[in-house]
């Protein structure tokens, strides 16, 4: 038996083919490096952040430089077109600014392991197959590779009681999903022999011609309740959303912020390649998964964020709510979901930058020799007076998460009202809206704290250095002046999503 | 009744009892032991299907790898007895509930006959010997095809132990600098001429 393997194949790989060279090469230099004792073990972690952006400045040019065709590659494990293509650059950007925001802060927190970063960099490259990926075995393969990753992360910082707590859980509660994900692959290979994702368009093409939906095997229903229950999982929707505010808050933060940016669009990207593509003929049935996830994270993620004290908490639960808005974005089955579904999530991932460079950078002086990162609410009390540049840009940010009109938080929410209302979806955007409206309560006691309250001790903070600045300055100025000329990146945006 | 019934309705009633006494027992050690006794016959399950490397692999990986890092983990934490004593009779009820609603509904979406379906795949008593000649076998297909069609895939699985191999060093070792280290390099270039010496060579 011969094996080929198509050189147009590698050509189109060759960016993640990169990113594992790179990986490999850097992996013998920090080990090489970090424990040789006539450099005098020196601590890595920077210069690995730095070596990062170079990678993702290399890797940027030849995914833009890649052709524009669309094909699947590795006998169709993976695809690849031209929307994928600017995806993938804007993974690689905010990527980048995601090196900026932590590189100051992994020696502020003690973080003197090499690894991170390379750990980092393997992640990028496993959410690049995962959006790519066009088969349900591998779709198995590189969400645990992503989800291995996220495991080793969460656990890091070992010596503290959170982190490991946090980290178990997550891979108690992501083992526990990936089973249900491995189980309904098994049952729908076990019903009809398919896994891949235009042999299951066509076979249910085919069989929705001549059959209604009541009479497909029900084990075939089965699987794709299971696969949804499992995406559902590792969203954190609402109701299998329990694990996420026990994790979010025993981590690190800088760690928190690579699991809030990229997990939730990879996932959401990865359910929409199989749902809307492959099982779209069976829209009846996770039209109503979704429907239901949607209401009830809506609804959970603002009412027990009502509660918490905590700011990590506090902004897990507003995750969940986002996570609400982006699912009525996916249950209303047009064109426009997937376009509106992808603004979302690019102006969430600039309000968590914002939000996360300014949380970051909150570090104050218990004495001249140890700060700590802040944790509570109640503690930003007076931001405005003793960090005046933080205060107002979390209250820009605020105002964006919770859709007052001129910051751009408000379009995202429109535009995906907008579609809701184009398949008819009423009561849900009813809904939708009282309950942004009420979610606006809480952003704004946030705000009253601030800026408001009162307290006779004035807490002393860690200068911002000038790269988390960059990236904070460049989230809110965005944000802010996005009004000016929305048209521009909506339909860049649009562009983007429709291109194949 | 075929000898294949009975056989599958004995192994599966083995591993029903002793998943029962995995769950109940008070001695994690013994639960253990009965833990792999459910692999045994869920691998003797797998074997009644024909698929002899699924089953091997099933004894090597939970028998050979995973009941004994159980094992080790209690023998090493010194847990004689579970500190857990609840009284059953406080689950009992929504346990069991809980449990018809699930059994009622899988019976219900699974709808044909399990273990029906099951004997389906076994072939007659009478080997075809046309057939056992020119197949291949279980493991020769297996690889076949691993390395073939789903190459890319293994390989991807290869990375994956890369990640695991990196996050168990990153979450275990801890380098301090104070430790004093066995350098083999410096032990094996070392001259015998060199090492014993007077003092006032250096003085000198």
């Given at each position: 038996m011969v094996i080929i393997i198509n050189i147009s194949d590698i050509y189109i790989f060759i960016p993640e083919l990169y990113l594992t060279l790179t990986v490999f090469i850097l992996l013998i230099y920090g080990i090489f490096y970090s424990t040789n004792k006539y450099y005098g073990y020196p601590i890595l972690s920077k210069n690995f952040g730095y070596l990062v952006v170079i990678t993702f400045t290399y890797i940027l040019f030849l995914i833009i430089n890649t052709p524009d065709f669309l094909s699947t590659y590795f006998p169709s494990f993976f695809f690849f077109n031209n929307s994928l293509k600017w995806i993938k650059t804007i993974f690689l950007l905010v990527g980048i600014c995601y090196v900026f925001l932590v590189i100051s802060n992994i020696s502020l927190e003690k973080l003197n392991v090499f690894e991170f970063f390379l750990l980092f960099i393997l992640s990028i490259l496993s959410i690049f197959l995962i959006i790519s990926t066009f088969d349900l075995l591998s779709i198995y393969i590189s969400l645990e590779m992503l989800n291995l990753i996220f495991y080793v992360l969460a656990t890091i910082r070992r010596t503290s009681e959170f982190s490991t707590e946090a980290g178990l859980k997550y891979f108690i509660l992501g083992v526990f999903s990936t089973g249900l994900l491995l189980f309904g692959i098994a049952l729908i290979y076990g019903c009809i022999g398919i896994t891949n994702f235009i042999d299951l368009s066509l076979f249910f093409q085919s069989i929705m011609k001549e059959k209604s939906i009541l009479e497909i095997p029900t084990d075939l229903l089965l699987g794709l309740v299971f696969i949804s229950t499992a995406f559902f999982f590792k969203l954190s929707a609402a109701p299998f959303h329990m694990w996420s505010p026990d994790v979010y808050e025993g981590t690190l933060t800088s760690i928190i912020t690579l699991f809030i940016i990229f997990t939730k669009i990879t996932i959401f990207f990865l359910f929409i390649n199989l749902f809307g593509t492959s099982l779209f003929e069976l829209f009846n049935v996770w039209q109503k998964l979704t429907l239901i996830c949607a209401f009830f994270s809506l609804f959970l993620g603002t009412f027990i964020a009502f509660a918490q004290t905590k700011f990590k908490r506090f902004l897990a639960y507003s995750s969940i709510n986002h996570v609400g808005f982006i699912m009525i974005a996916v249950s209303s089955i047009n064109y426009n979901g997937f376009y509106s579904l992808i603004f979302y999530m690019m102006i969430y991932i600039l309000i968590n930058l914002g939000i996360f460079a300014s949380l970051l950078s909150l570090r104050n002086f218990r004495n001249y020799k140890f700060n700590h990162q802040i944790r509570y609410i109640?503690?930003?009390?007076i931001l405005s007076k003793t960090h005046p540049i933080i205060a107002f840009s979390i209250l820009i940010i605020l105002f964006s998460i919770s859709g007052i009109p001129p910051i751009a938080g408000f379009f995202t929410k429109l535009i995906v009202f907008l579609t809701c209302l184009k398949s008819s979806l009423y009561s849900l955007v009813i809904f939708a809206i009282t309950i942004s409206c009420l979610a606006t309560f809480y952003y704004i006691r946030i705000i009253k704290i601030i800026y408001f309250d009162n307290c006779n001790v004035w807490l002393i903070y860690v200068p911002m250095d000038k790269s988390k600045a960059f990236v904070l300055s460049f989230s809110v100025l965005l944000l802010t002046f996005f009004c000016l000329n929305p048209n521009l990146i909506i339909n860049s945006i649009y562009i983007i999503s429709t291109i194949n | 009744m075929s000898s294949e019934l009975v056989l599958f309705y004995c192994l599966a009633s083995i591993i029903i009892v002793s998943s029962y006494i995995v769950i109940s027992l008070k001695n994690s050690v013994f639960s253990i032991l009965f833990l792999v006794l459910i692999f045994l016959n869920a691998a003797a399950l797998i074997m009644m299907l024909e698929t002899e490397f699924l089953a091997i692999l099933f004894l090597i990986v939970y028998v050979g790898a995973i009941a004994v890092l159980f094992l080790f983990v209690i023998i090493i934490l010194n847990v004689k007895l579970s500190e857990f004593y609840y009284s059953i009779g406080q689950y009992i009820l929504i346990g069991s509930i809980l449990g018809i609603i699930f059994l009622v509904q899988t019976f219900l979406i699974l709808d044909t006959n399990i273990e029906f379906h099951f004997l389906d795949n076994i072939h007659n008593l009478y080997p075809e010997w046309n057939f056992e000649v020119y197949s291949q076998s279980n493991i020769e297909a297996l690889g076949s095809n691993l390395y073939t069609n789903y190459m890319y895939v293994f390989i991807l699985a290869a990375i994956i132990l890369l990640i695991a191999i990196i996050g168990a060093i990153v979450l275990t070792i801890h380098q301090r600098g104070y430790v004093k280290r066995q350098n083999i390099l410096n032990q094996v270039s070392r001259d015998f001429k060199d090492?014993?010496?007077?003092i006032n060579k250096i003085v000198k």
């Open positions: 109640s503690e930003f009390t | 090492s014993v010496y007077y």
